[in-house]
């Protein structure tokens, strides 16, 4: 049987790693080949841990590097595109930059190239973006800000011009770190940290989602991908991917805090309007995850047991 091909695009971000780390435990099992992109992050880390996979710089603004792939890697059977400018502020400062980026059309062009385009699933991480409590897929999405709005068009240009798709809305994402440490902050990391010092600090009490341990968002992407090579049947499925529980931030500064035995008078609960972030943000995206429960028959770790796994892998590091 020849190896069916993943590309991952976005590769060194940080669910791209999670990623490359899962494909990565089954290769011995699985027969695939596996390749990823980056575009600023050097690759060589990832390279030393993953040596069997293939690295390709691609600016998504461009389209330039696709070709690349082409010559090197052949056709993928699944993309799972990762990819995105996703600080809101960023967005904020540069609408083109974050549409550019964030609508895959580059990506969808070069795979329209093959003859048989429609042989690779397109598997698409979008964002949560509901309009109350617990919305669910088929409820309206109306963005408050740059960065939701060119995550609400990438969905409608997927759907419009790709046959067969998944389109993830995941909710904040966390867990332990990656093999390549990614810049940005961590959620359950940063909270870690600045209680261990000791001193208040300010958490959001009226701002909710649904935050979704990172290997629960690997096992989804594997079983969609199990699913098209096995069945070979298109998807065009929308599925809401977030954790079973709806926090704020200063629960989930509580949840760190009773983990680590930290004092939680520490914490401070403050209204999201009182801090000026320089752009808006929805004050409740939880989300309804019953579809992804039952089309996939897989029930997300809750957000305490996430907390503990997080810690735990951060501790033996």
């Not at 509580?254 to 403050?270: C, F, M, N, T, W």
């Amino acid at each position: 049987m020849s190896a069916k091909k993943v590309l991952v695009v976005g590769g060194t971000g940080y669910l791209g790693q999670h990623l490359l780390q899962g494909f990565s435990e089954i290769q011995a099992t699985t027969p695939f080949a596996l390749a990823f992109t980056y575009n600023s992050f050097p690759p060589q880390p990832l390279l030393l841990a993953f040596p069997t996979s293939f690295a390709f710089h691609v600016d998504l603004k461009t389209g330039l590097g696709f070709d690349s792939i082409s010559q090197q890697f052949g056709q993928p059977d699944v993309v799972v595109n990762c990819a995105a400018l996703s600080v809101p502020r960023a967005c904020e400062n540069d609408p083109d930059a974050a549409i550019s980026i964030n609508v895959p059309s580059s990506l969808v062009n070069w795979l329209s190239s093959f003859a048989q385009s429609d042989n690779t699933l397109v598997i698409h991480i979008s964002t949560d973006q509901g309009v109350k409590s617990f919305y669910k897929e088929e409820d309206e999405a109306l963005p408050v800000n740059v960065y939701g709005k060119s995550k609400v068009a990438a969905e409608q240009f997927i759907s419009e011009k790709w046959s067969n798709f998944a389109i993830l809305r995941s909710s904040i994402i966390f867990g332990p770190q990656t093999v390549s440490p990614v810049p940005k902050s961590l959620p359950i990391q940063w909270i870690d940290g600045v209680l261990s010092k000791g001193d208040k600090v300010e958490f959001f009490y009226d701002e909710y989602r649904c935050p979704v341990y990172v290997k629960d968002v690997v096992a989804i992407i594997r079983t969609l991908i199990d699913k098209w090579l096995s069945e070979g049947k298109k998807m065009q499925l929308l599925l809401n991917v977030g954790g079973p529980d709806r926090v704020s931030r200063v629960q989930m500064a509580e949840a760190v805090a009773q983990i680590r035995g930290y004092d939680s008078s520490l914490i401070k609960p403050v209204s999201a309007s009182s801090v000026d972030r320089g752009v808006k943000s929805p004050a409740d995206i939880s989300m309804d995850i019953t579809k992804l429960v039952q089309k996939l028959n897989i029930c997300p770790t809750p957000f305490k047991d996430g907390v503990k796994l997080t810690l735990a892998a951060e501790a033996s590091m």
